[in-house]
């Protein structure tokens, strides 16, 4: 149960560490599109509800992948394990929660400077 529970904690490390990433490089490619329309009139809050709008369409949409995968997964696990193992019905919303959390929240705080930025900067680099 020991190496089960390391083992969980260095996959919620490594997938924490993917979100962070792909929120940069999703930031980071929607720059230019940013200040384009915050040139033609658009505000911060606009451009930031529209980046956290499409984060949580796109974490639905995993979720509505990740549900069926998961109940594929834990059948298959306990045709292989001998073990009777009690699987807690709170486990996966918990689970989703946190990463909605985190992944909206890394989202927001790496937004929120992209949004804030000059529009000209991210304009004259191109």
């Not at 490390?13 to 929607?30: D, K, N, P």
């Not at 974490?59 to 045709?79: E, N, R, V």
Request: glycine share 4%; aromatic share 10%; proline share 4%.
């Amino acid at each position: 149960m020991k190496l089960i529970s390391i083992f969980t904690c260095a996959a919620l490390i490594i997938s924490l560490l993917g979100l962070t990433a792909m929120s940069i490089y999703f930031i980071a490619q929607r720059k230019r599109d940013i200040a384009i329309r915050k040139t033609f009139g658009s505000s911060s809050r606009n451009e930031m509800l529209q980046l956290m709008k499409f984060s949580f369409s796109s974490l639905l949409i995993s979720l509505i992948i990740a549900i069926p995968l998961m109940a594929f997964g834990i059948h298959t696990i306990d045709k292989i394990v001998s073990y009777d193992s009690d699987f807690p019905w709170w486990v996966p919303p918990t689970a989703f929660a946190v990463i909605t959390l985190i992944s909206l929240g890394s989202v927001y705080l790496i937004s929120r400077k992209a949004v804030r930025e000059n529009p000209v900067n991210s304009i004259k680099t191109e």
